[in-house]
């Protein structure tokens, strides 16, 4: 026993002796060879590994190690999210991860030294944004990539000649072959948002649905929302006052009014009427009190917000006209112009937005993207509570078009048709609603 016990020792010793020994080669050759790899220098092997696995993408269904980089963002908010829904959207066909666009803070569109660059995680959460999109789209940062002098462009087309058809073509043409193989595809030429649409409405409402503000603008959100309420109790008279039957706290419901009667707005609707030959796009002031206070079943009194541009509008009486039971405010007369004043068109666009996406009821222009976003938003939102007749009465959430005239001359109801095979009716706008 003793003999064989030994001759065990010394064949474990000298098997394990040679398992060290071709440890130490493999960890030579390893750190001789790899630097000489292009694009590999400066790299731990521990991200290498990481990044560069067929495991880590099976898992998310979108490649992590193959990127596509796209123009900044401009013109206003919520352009600048379809384009960012629409680069999202090209890169899962590419099956590739989207490098963190930068948006544009201030409205200058055609001034490129002014469009004032803000980083997509200055406005929203990129984390929080990869997590609610995980599997679907996903989000990356410029640090991701390896070598960037491996990048191939790829310039959109544009005019006539450039055709959904061909778009599609050329899309299908990058997500194979040796036009995979480029770690970068680069897209030059023309702002997302002109971009041709492939995508049904439902796929957009993914992306904006995993969009959230950083808690910064949202709590800046809060407050104006907050005033809002106050006002509301003040009006009610006190909490007593504002008790149902059973005892429970209600508070004032309040309305929000895109008041699209801005100078640029004024010119654009104007063009596009003659364009489109109709009358259902422009609303004056005059229109817009009228068709609010003609919406049936609204009860007053009623606080009303009323969400413009203030530095593109041309009319100070916005505030005058309303009549008994409708309290109109903006933000001067709520006494948040403060909260504004401090940030870029951006981020004040964001906090309007936020305020009419949490009204009790909205009243928009069905032409304007900021509206029809909203409104896609609130649709879903009765989507998820399973409402079954979304344009019946009394339900939660409405929405409303005040530039098309609905019963007893108010505004028509207006809900996203979900089906709708791709956004053109909401990139540019429609007066056929769902309701």
């Not at 880590?56 to 999210?81: C, E, H, M, T, Y």
């Not at 503000?213 to 109790?233: C, M, Y």
Request: proline letters at 3%.
């Amino acid at each position: 026993m003793e003999v064989l016990s030994k001759f065990l020792v010394v064949t474990l010793n000298s098997i394990t002796s040679k398992c060290m020994v071709l440890l130490v080669i493999v960890l030579v050759l390893r750190a001789l060879l790899l630097p000489s790899f292009p694009g590999f220098d400066g790299i731990e092997w521990s991200n290498l590994v990481h990044i560069r696995t067929p495991l880590l993408n099976s898992d998310f269904g979108i490649r992590q190690d193959k990127f596509l980089a796209v123009p900044q963002l401009v013109w206003g908010l919520n352009n600048q999210k379809i384009a960012f829904a629409r680069a999202c959207l090209t890169a899962r066909m590419l099956n590739r991860t989207l490098l963190m666009p930068s948006l544009s803070a201030s409205l200058f569109y055609k001034e490129l030294d002014l469009l004032q660059p803000i980083s997509f995680d200055k406005v929203f959460q990129f984390e929080k944004f990869n997590a609610l999109c995980r599997g679907f789209v996903q989000l990356g940062r410029y640090s991701d990539v390896l070598n960037r002098t491996q990048v191939l462009e790829m310039e959109k087309g544009s005019g006539r000649r450039w055709s959904v058809e061909r778009d599609l073509s050329q899309l299908k043409e990058h997500s194979k072959g040796s036009l995979d193989d480029y770690e970068v595809i680069q897209i030059v030429g023309k702002n997302p948002f002109l971009w041709h649409d492939h995508w049904p409405v439902k796929d957009y409402a993914k992306v904006f649905g995993c969009l959230d503000l950083t808690e910064v603008i949202a709590k800046e959100a809060d407050r104006v929302v907050s005033r809002i309420r106050a006002i509301g109790k003040e009006i009610i008279g006190n909490t007593e006052a504002a008790e149902q039957e059973n005892g429970s706290f209600q508070l004032l419901p309040y309305v929000a009014v895109h008041m699209r009667i801005e100078i640029d707005w004024m010119i654009h609707c104007k063009k596009l009427e003659r364009r489109l030959n109709t009358n259902q796009i422009c609303s004056g002031k005059k229109e817009i009190v009228e068709r609010v206070r003609n919406i049936a079943g609204l009860k007053s009194p009623v606080v009303v917000y009323l969400a413009v541009a203030d530095k593109l509008l041309n009319n100070s009486f916005i505030l005058e006209g309303w009549g008994e039971g409708f309290l109109p405010l903006e933000k001067k007369k709520l006494g948040v112009d403060g909260v504004y004043d401090k940030y870029p068109y951006l981020i004040q666009s964001a906090i309007d937005y936020e305020v009419c996406l949490r009204a009790d009821t909205f009243v928009g222009n069905s032409f304007s993207t900021f509206s029809s976003l909203i409104v896609l938003e609130r649709t879903q939102k009765m989507i998820r509570m399973s409402v079954s007749n979304m344009s019946g009465e009394n339900v939660r959430w409405p929405s409303y078009a005040y530039n098309i005239r609905g019963t007893t001359n108010g505004p028509m109801r207006w809900v996203t048709n979900m089906s709708e095979s791709s956004l053109q009716a909401i990139s540019y706008g429609t007066n056929h609603l769902s309701c």
